[in-house]
């Protein structure tokens, strides 16, 4: 069974900073992997997905994030980070044509204006 | 489209009352799944259906819950009896189906559950 780790509980950062959220999965075979993102009282919503292709993902709002497939690895990134940036962000993953999505814990993004 | 369609938004019960949550998934979509999200727990999956047929319940915590999707419109997550433990928020998510592109899952805005 695939699992999800995202080492960074709780990362806070001033605004302008650049953004590195660490996600790293256990699988042996292809994955579709995702970056959710979960605003204060807010359901989840989709940053950005990888299915195939080009491994650096471009999603909503300015973040990326890149497929690294000899280091299990997808990390979101954002160049220049805004006080709305302030939410809990979520990896998961998931075998190709299989519904069911594992989570990570989550990383709690806060920044500070 | 108007999204996954979750009720109601908050419910607050006593310990020992059942509750029923509702969920109404993205017309179309024939995947259906509920979450619950604790403080302690993180995000986890309880059950999902594909094509109304419950496919993987290992993550039901107990007999107390039962999830039931009678068509391809509607699920109930059932907790009967509930406990102060059940205390979350339980979401629902849908994706169009196995296998597809846009494999995706689009989840609904929670109901948060108090059991006092």
């Known amino acids: 069974a695939q699992s999800v780790s995202q080492h960074n509980h709780h990362v806070i950062l001033s605004e302008a900073a650049s953004l590195e959220l660490g996600c790293n999965y256990s699988?042996?075979?292809?994955?579709?992997l995702f970056w959710y993102v979960q605003y204060p009282g807010q359901h989840l919503q989709l940053l950005l997905k990888y299915f195939s292709g080009d491994p650096l993902v471009k999603g909503i709002k300015g973040f990326e994030a890149e497929f690294i497939k000899s280091k299990f690895s997808f990390n979101l990134r954002k160049p220049s980070v805004q006080w709305s940036d302030t939410a809990e962000y979520f990896c998961?993953?998931?075998?190709?044509?299989?519904?069911?999505?594992?989570f990570g814990t989550g990383t709690r993004l806060t920044i500070i204006p | 489209d108007a999204g996954v369609i979750q009720s109601p938004r908050h419910e607050v019960t006593e310990m020992g009352q059942e509750v029923t949550l509702r969920c109404k998934p993205i017309?179309?979509?024939?995947?259906l799944f509920w979450y619950r999200q604790t403080m302690m727990r993180g995000l986890e999956l309880l059950i999902y259906?594909?094509?109304?047929?419950?496919?993987?319940d290992s993550g039901m915590p107990e007999d107390r819950f039962s999830a039931k999707m009678p068509n391809a419109s509607f699920s109930t997550l059932k907790i009967q009896p509930s406990e102060p433990r059940d205390s979350a928020v339980y979401f629902c998510?849908?994706?169009?189906?196995?296998?597809?592109?846009?494999?995706?899952?689009?989840f609904g805005p929670g109901t948060r559950l108090t059991v006092l």
């Open positions: 998510a849908s994706i169009l189906g196995a296998g597809k592109r846009t494999d995706t899952q689009y």
């Open positions: 259906f594909n094509n109304n047929v419950p496919i993987d």
């Open positions: 998961a993953v998931k075998p190709p044509g299989n519904e069911k999505l594992t």
């Open positions: 699988y042996g075979g292809t994955v579709n």
């Open positions: 017309s179309g979509h024939n995947s």
